[in-house]
């Protein structure tokens, strides 16, 4: 169960002349248990106030689908939008002209969906490392794979959203260095740091903080039981007080989503649980 903390209600304030962080949860949360048109309506009921949609096939690339998520999402504001896994983000590295040209098709009526229901950023994963040799990232070209993600970042901020790129441990970002490489070489690129996929690299949290500072547009969390399996937050053993602090200490004050598998818990209300058991945190520490 959810480690018992005092009920707060948590308005928004100011902490030293900046926005407080902010609590969601990502419809990826609710894959396999309801399409995101109801997503987006359990969380806004839930009286969570901000949320990540995680789009999940290509029918749902289109605007029309994307102001039917603006229709039904009510109050609920959209930090950001997914993609599912690797349906065209890989392709947009490929030296195949029609493969990428169609990866930057898709991306377009992706995104135009996200600007549709106000989407302000995009969780990007990249390339896929299915190879050890890729993996270790020893021919990793910085300059091919930078341009790409500046093709794709262009093409998003056409729509008003930001391209943040996610540590993944089988992706683009799996490793610290890594994004200071790309954002060299393109400036304008954000960071979405996800707790679980960090632990999985194997390197420290503080690596990938020391690199991505300022960087940072929202966070991906979720908890970690003591025999290891993933869980909602305050129903394991990670301290979301240290990584708070740590956020707090780059300067962030944006989103931190809670993003989970659908297996880690029985009751949708114990989302709101995990998101009170954060919003308690942040309150209590002045964030």
Known sequence: MIKKRESVIIGVKKTGGREQMEIGISTASLFMRQYNEDAVQTINGLGVGTCEVFLETFREYRREYGELINEKKGTLNVNSVHLFTTSIEPQLFSDNDRTKGDAMYFLDRAMDAANAFGAKYYTFHGTARYKKASRSGANDNFDKIAAAIEDARVLCEKH?????????????????????????????????????????????ESEYFKEIAGHISHVHVSDINEDGKTCLPGKGTYDFDSLFSRLADTGFDGAVLIEAYKDDYKEIAELKDSADYLKEILYKRGF
């Open 160 to 204: 008003g959203v930001a391209l943040s790129l996610e540590t993944v441990e089988w992706s683009t970002y799996n490793r610290p260095g890594v994004f200071g490489e790309i954002s060299a070489r393109c400036p304008a690129l954000y960071a979405t740091p996800d707790i679980k996929q960090i632990r999985l690299s194997g390197y420290p």
